[in-house]
């Protein structure tokens, strides 16, 4: 695979400590369109609150439609709620169903919702966390993949975290992704699935000749609600979600970002990462894999392979 343009040093002026506000100061972004999942909470509600304030049109995805209806009608600027749940592939169908409706491209398409289990929790027979965290999301950004493709300059943005580097040894773990033989790891393992998705559609974007992009960010270890379900809290220097928001808007709406692509970023910045995350075989393997468990639920055209 080509290299991939990425910046070499954060942005002028940006740091650790901007916000989502002062990140996107300047951008007028009416006319576009951007999707943001899991927007009722956390980054993904800062996230959508800043780019419709900018003036982009924000289709922000919940659970369920109250708790989308609820957390758009609270934002200034205009925002449609869409019913998503990441566990329940008909649910993913329907949601993206309805999104293709609204008859637009879509100019960026951030992969925030996520959740952090201390337990083991199955659905479909694999671990919760990778298929919330990752395997939801790639059947989610496959059915919407062409309207990304149509938009000027369409962006896919992905949560992920620089905890990939505490997966469990080998990186993803194909011959169980049931969870059951790997005690430790696994959010962190859904995390590296994060990464790794991205940069196989990085790849296959590329290849195609698309002026899209995708590109992952670990938003920093922001006090959000995302930890609900764990027993441990927060460190002392956790960040605000404005301040985790920032990296991610930047990424779906600054000029400066357009021609980023395949990268992992973290304050702006490319971050550090580990040699699995950046393991272009076993990206395009979990991206195989994946297929195979969403395949029954992909469109028949339309779509970009890695």
Request: some cysteine; proline content about 4%; glycine content about 10%.
């Given at each position: 695979?080509?290299?991939?343009?990425?910046a070499?040093?954060?942005?002028p002026?940006l740091?650790a400590?901007?916000t989502a506000?002062?990140?996107t100061?300047g951008l007028?972004?009416?006319g576009?369109t951007?999707?943001?999942?899991g927007c009722?909470?956390?980054?993904?509600q800062?996230?959508?609150?800043?780019l419709?304030?900018r003036g982009?049109?924000?289709?922000?995805t919940?659970?369920?439609?109250?708790k989308g209806?609820v957390a758009?009608a609270?934002i200034?600027?205009?925002a449609?709620p869409?019913?998503?749940?990441l566990?329940d592939?008909d649910?993913?169908k329907?949601?993206?169903?309805?999104i293709r409706a609204?008859?637009?491209p879509?100019?960026a398409?951030?992969?925030n919702?996520?959740?952090?289990?201390?337990?083991l929790?199955?659905?479909h027979g694999?671990?919760?966390?990778f298929?919330?965290?990752h395997?939801?999301h790639?059947?989610?950004?496959?059915?919407l993949?062409?309207?990304?493709?149509?938009?000027?300059q369409?962006r896919?943005?992905?949560?992920?975290?620089s905890?990939?580097r505490n997966?469990p040894?080998g990186g993803i773990q194909f011959?169980?992704?049931s969870?059951?033989?790997?005690d430790?790891?696994?959010?962190a393992?859904s995390?590296?699935?994060n990464?790794l998705?991205?940069?196989?559609l990085?790849?296959g974007?590329?290849?195609?000749?698309?002026?899209a992009?995708s590109n992952?960010v670990?938003?920093?270890?922001v006090?959000?609600?995302?930890l609900?379900?764990?027993?441990?809290?927060?460190?002392?220097d956790?960040?605000?979600?404005q301040q985790?928001?920032a990296t991610?808007?930047?990424?779906a709406?600054?000029?400066?970002?357009a021609?980023?692509?395949?990268?992992?970023?973290?304050d702006f910045a490319p971050a550090?990462?580990?040699?699995?995350?950046?393991?272009?075989a076993m990206a395009?393997?979990?991206w195989r894999?994946s297929?195979?468990l969403v395949?029954?639920?992909?469109p028949?055209?339309?779509?970009?392979?890695a």
């Amino acid at each position: 695979m080509a290299s991939l343009p990425f910046a070499s040093r954060a942005a002028p002026s940006l740091t650790a400590d901007t916000t989502a506000e002062q990140a996107t100061a300047g951008l007028d972004l009416r006319g576009r369109t951007v999707v943001v999942t899991g927007c009722n909470s956390g980054i993904g509600q800062e996230t959508m609150r800043v780019l419709a304030l900018r003036g982009a049109h924000v289709i922000g995805t919940a659970r369920t439609l109250d708790k989308g209806r609820v957390a758009c009608a609270a934002i200034e600027g205009r925002a449609t709620p869409v019913a998503l749940e990441l566990t329940d592939f008909d649910s993913i169908k329907a949601c993206s169903d309805e999104i293709r409706a609204m008859g637009m491209p879509i100019d960026a398409l951030v992969c925030n919702a996520g959740i952090v289990l201390d337990d083991l929790q199955q659905v479909h027979g694999l671990e919760k966390q990778f298929v919330v965290n990752h395997l939801g999301h790639h059947l989610l950004v496959r059915r919407l993949l062409d309207r990304v493709i149509a938009a000027p300059q369409g962006r896919v943005v992905v949560l992920g975290s620089s905890s990939e580097r505490n997966a469990p040894p080998g990186g993803i773990q194909f011959d169980d992704l049931s969870g059951r033989s790997w005690d430790k790891g696994r959010y962190a393992h859904s995390k590296l699935a994060n990464g790794l998705f991205s940069l196989a559609l990085a790849h296959g974007l590329a290849t195609a000749g698309t002026r899209a992009t995708s590109n992952c960010v670990s938003p920093g270890h922001v006090r959000s609600n995302i930890l609900r379900n764990v027993d441990y809290g927060y460190r002392p220097d956790a960040r605000s979600v404005q301040q985790g928001a920032a990296t991610p808007c930047w990424l779906a709406a600054s000029p400066a970002a357009a021609r980023l692509n395949g990268g992992f970023f973290q304050d702006f910045a490319p971050a550090d990462q580990s040699a699995h995350q950046q393991d272009r075989a076993m990206a395009a393997r979990l991206w195989r894999v994946s297929e195979e468990l969403v395949r029954d639920y992909l469109p028949i055209a339309g779509d970009r392979r890695a």
